[in-house]
């Protein structure tokens, strides 16, 4: 079992986001120590956390997390990653076009010239 200190080294999640993961029982700890309330994780700890680390970089709410977390199956996974890719894709082609709209005005701005 690792202590919170070394568990959040493993994975790369702050001892707050650990302890507020903990709060909100998105990644609770597998044992807390009633004597000094350390809290213990272990390696099915770390593979929770290492999926929270992935949703959190496709930039998944929190409810979107836990709802993954909750559905233990992970059915509905693939569907909000599409989802997530979708949008990410029209934000692409949004920019893409503003990126285009700032050249052409730039473009007739130095016609003058």
Known sequence: MYKVG??????GLSKEALRYYSDIKLLEPVYINPDNNYRYY???????????????RFDFTIQEMK???EDESFANLENILREKKRKIEEEIQELSSKVDDIDEFL???NEGD
């Not at 272990?42 to 959190?56: E, H, K, T």
């Open 6 to 11: 070394e568990f959040s080294k493993m994975t």
């Open 42 to 56: 272990d390696n099915g700890s770390y593979i929770v956390a290492m999926l929270l680390v992935q949703l959190r």
């Open 67 to 69: 709802s993954v977390i």
């Open 107 to 109: 473009r007739i701005g």
